[in-house]
């Protein structure tokens, strides 16, 4: 399915009541980012070995399935590493840079709680493929290690760590369509796969531009600084509303019922973070830091709030997911996670993840690599 991730002022206090329950923070070690599969096994030793292991082999097709997200969790994390390095909390639970007072300042105008949203998003990505990889070796089947192909610069501005990456946050080319996809109650992606959702910010999906400051140049001048967290503030639910539908959609390929709950209980996670993200893109996209234009390069952030723009398309406080036809149009509309095709549903996301540039500078390995992964997750079919 090539269409799974494609263009899928609020109070505080309103926030700090859902905080706990939007941001699902798991228990991660100290540089877990970094392990490679080879310590995955050390750490399920004895009897919890066997307990995990008791119930026999994964199908070919559900060892599939968990790799292939595996590897995206993997991915996720990198790039979000990165952001809390820059404008996150620097703690014990996520390791690496000592942050960027400028580029966090701006988060922090959006949402005071922004740093320990980015803090608390990361450490759920590490968590879930950490996970996913102990599993697959209490299971007997591969793990999924993706170091030979961190070889990404990333930032050098003050606070990166200047660790190689596996993902590419200074070239992006966003598609903002889900804004407009999830406030439409006339459309679902799956049953209209050539209506065109209208993107939130059409600029966004012109050009390459970063989300985290690439050197101490990009402070200034205080528009740019802006369009960048901006940028970064629509990237980030763009991405998670991706992982909402994928999980949904590789679920129904699965065969056991472990491996069921594994996926139907990670993707709600997802779908907590793009609530979360979406509300705060709204916040960069109204009064009072939007209407903008970044000087360095024109890149243009519209008040989605104004006309001549506003209404149920484009208001900012509209985060809940508005009913939609499902299934069929002969029933009565839903709200509902939109897509959840399961036809092609990891090569969507694969092909996503590459037009979005994330992947910008990556080997021809890489993409070899993954595009087997993707196959392989498309290929499982569920038995018995």
Not at 196 to 219: E, N, S
């Amino acid at each position: 399915m090539s269409e799974l991730m494609d263009g899928i002022g609020v109070p505080l206090n309103r926030r700090s009541f859902v905080k706990k329950g939007l941001m699902a923070a798991g228990a991660a070690t100290m540089g877990a980012g970094l392990l490679s599969p080879s310590v995955f096994a050390t750490t399920i030793s004895g009897e919890r070995s066997r307990h995990l292991t008791k119930h026999g082999s994964l199908t070919n097709g559900d060892a599939a399935l968990l790799r292939f997200v595996a590897a995206l969790e993997t991915l996720e994390a990198d790039f979000w590493i990165q952001y809390n390095e820059l404008g996150g909390v620097q703690d014990s639970e996520v390791p690496g840079g000592s942050g960027n007072q400028a580029y966090t300042e701006k988060f922090e105008a959006l949402d005071d709680d922004f740093p320990q949203y980015i803090h608390d998003n990361t450490d759920d990505e590490i968590t879930h493929f950490t996970f996913l990889n102990a599993y697959l070796v209490s299971k007997g089947a591969q793990p999924v290690d993706m170091e030979q192909f961190r070889t990404l610069p990333g930032s050098q501005a003050t606070g990166a760590s200047g660790a190689l990456r596996l993902t590419n946050l200074m070239q992006l080319t966003l598609d903002t369509s889900w804004y407009t996809r999830y406030r439409d109650d006339a459309h679902n992606p799956d049953l209209d796969p050539n209506f065109v959702f209208l993107p939130a910010i059409p600029g966004l999906a012109h050009g390459q531009f970063t989300a985290i400051p690439r050197t101490d140049d990009d402070l200034a001048p205080d528009a740019h600084l802006q369009a960048i967290v901006s940028t970064a503030a629509f990237h980030m639910p763009t991405i998670e509303q991706g992982g909402n539908s994928l999980y949904p959609s590789l679920a129904q390929r699965a065969s056991d019922v472990e491996v069921l709950r594994i996926l139907i209980s990670i993707g709600p996670t997802e779908t907590m973070h793009f609530q979360t993200w979406s509300d705060i893109a709204g916040d960069a996209s109204s009064d009072p830091i939007a209407p903008f234009t970044d000087p360095t390069n024109g890149l243009f952030f519209p008040n989605l709030n104004a006309p001549p723009l506003g209404g149920e398309k484009f208001s900012t406080n509209l985060i809940m997911p508005e009913p939609c036809p499902f299934l069929s149009r002969d029933l009565p509309i839903v709200s509902v996670i939109r897509p959840t095709e399961t036809n092609g549903a990891a090569m969507g996301a694969l092909n996503f993840l590459t037009r979005m540039g994330l992947f910008r500078g990556q080997s021809q390995g890489f993409f070899d690599f993954m595009t087997q992964l993707a196959t392989a997750a498309d290929a499982a079919q569920r038995e018995g």
